[in-house]
């Protein structure tokens, strides 16, 4: 399945104050929803929907006009057919006004076949849930890592063949790659339970292509790493995250620290930014009136204004 947006994303470019020019592309990306069906508690305790609410409050917040925006799994936590129908009445309006498509990745806790009817449109059958991307230049591939019946992840034979043919022409832009569980070391043992397997034959796959990023969910918390020497990006859940200020042994979950990541794409770079769904005060120093006056000043008045040492 081949998506394009209808729109690029307007706005996103401004003129430069430094030594890059702006993002080609900007996606939002998110993990974990985690609905449930009646928008019952998730464990008892956490509230998913009210959550998810919150940072999609967040995301539209930024201003942000996105060429796409990226769930990385873990959808729904039973794979109810009604959490999925609550989870897009939450997610396209916003996606609506952002007009921007959205990129809905299987996770453990999803089940393909509810995940294919509810969200993709799709015949409701146990195939794995692979979608291609095309923004304007920049792939985006979604992969799935579920492994039926299990919460561990793995990829198969089939599903990593047809990865190779679709990575055999390059992308304008290059390739992302969008996950679930990561394929990134955790030092928390329980990942380690659940990791995707057989990494190696993923390291086989994407050596010598054009893929500059992978997005991944499933940790419940954000990290980085690289693998085969690709950059790794993991967003942390909307629904709850992991409180790693407790001994590795006894890290739980926690009903704060949900964020979600700014992803911009640049020519020679990608960048990954956390942005906190927390209500704080905020100082008003900055705002668009001051990058306005920045504008019309030349490089060298501009460093005068902002970086000079006041009596230096």
């Known amino acids: 399945m081949v998506a394009t947006p209808s729109a690029d994303a307007a706005g996103a470019a401004s003129a430069s104050f430094g030594q890059y020019p702006p993002a080609r592309r900007t996606l939002l990306h998110l993990s974990d929803t985690h609905l449930l069906a009646a928008n019952r508690a998730l464990a008892g305790r956490f509230d998913t929907a009210a959550n998810l609410a919150r940072t999609l ?31 897009r009445t939450a997610v396209e309006p916003v996606a609506a006004r ?22 993709l ?13 095309d923004l304007d230049g920049l792939r985006l591939i979604a992969l799935d890592t579920t492994v039926p019946g299990w919460h561990h992840g793995d990829l198969d034979a089939a599903q990593l063949a047809w990865l190779a043919g679709v990575l055999a022409v390059p992308a304008p832009l290059g390739t992302l790659l969008a996950l679930h569980h990561p394929p990134l070391p955790s030092h928390i043992p329980l990942f380690d ?15 010598g292509t054009d893929v500059r990023g992978i997005l991944a969910g499933h940790l419940h918390y954000s990290t980085s790493g690289t693998f ?31 964020s979600f990541h700014l992803v911009h794409v640049y020519d020679s770079t990608i960048t990954h930014s956390v942005v906190p769904v927390v209500d704080a005060p905020t100082g008003d120093y900055f705002s668009a009136d001051w990058v306005e006056r920045m504008s019309k000043l030349t490089p060298d008045e501009r460093l005068e204004a902002f970086s000079r040492k006041p009596g230096r």
């Open 193 to 207: 339970i659940l990791e995707l397997r057989d990494q190696g034959r993923l390291a086989d796959v994407i050596a």
């Open 121 to 133: 449109g799709l015949a409701p059958t146990e195939e794995p849930v692979t979608v291609v991307w």
């Open 57 to 87: 409050e967040a995301v539209e917040a930024t201003g942000v006009r996105p060429d796409a925006i990226v769930f990385t799994g873990d959808l729904t936590d039973l794979g109810e057919p009604e959490a999925y129908a609550a989870l």
């Open 228 to 258: 085969a020497g690709v950059p790794v990006s993991v967003a942390a859940a909307t629904c709850y995250t992991m409180n790693l200020a407790r001994p590795a042994v006894e890290v739980n979950g926690m009903d704060a620290g949900q």
């Open 98 to 119: 952002l007009d921007a498509p959205v990129a809905w990745v299987a996770g453990n806790h999803d089940e393909r076949a509810a995940l294919r009817s509810g969200l």
